[in-house]
């Protein structure tokens, strides 16, 4: 797990309330599971920074790729298979995207400049705003 990267996601998109606590959480393995947990709480991520994707998150999250030249990203999921690994764009579309997001998952862009979650349920998929 790359903790310092997830430590920028955590500082920068999540409620200040909430962040000492994550930080703590990512910091074992043994507890790394209370914070996957809470990512799909709804008290979790400061949602003004976040925008509602209605279109094709694939196309989105492509063209934000190219926009910002970033080629790689970071995996938070609870989907254990793809938790932690980084990987290529084209590879994190196919792996970590839910046609129905049935599992919360976190793809960061480059070094956490930018982050797309889905959450369970149709169309709860978020992109971070671009400043």
Partial sequence: MD??????????FMRQSKRDRYIDF??????RHKFI???????????????KID??????????AVKFGI??????????KIDGQR????????????PWSDTTTLI???DAQLIYREHDGVKNKWISKIK
């Avoid at 947990?37 to 925008?51: A, G, I, M, V």
């Avoid at 279109?55 to 934000?64: C, F, H, K, L, V």
């Fill in 3 to 12: 903790t310092v990267l997830e430590t920028k996601v955590i500082s920068k």
């Fill in 26 to 31: 990512i910091q074992k393995n043994t507890t």
């Fill in 37 to 51: 947990d809470e990512l799909s709480h709804s008290q979790t991520f400061k949602d003004d920074l976040f925008e």
């Fill in 55 to 64: 279109g094709s998150e694939a196309e989105t999250i492509r063209r934000i």
């Fill in 71 to 80: 080629r790689d990203c970071y995996i938070i999921s609870e989907n254990a």
């Fill in 87 to 98: 990987m290529g764009i084209d590879d994190a579309l196919k792996l970590a995207i839910s």
């Fill in 108 to 110: 960061v862009l480059g």
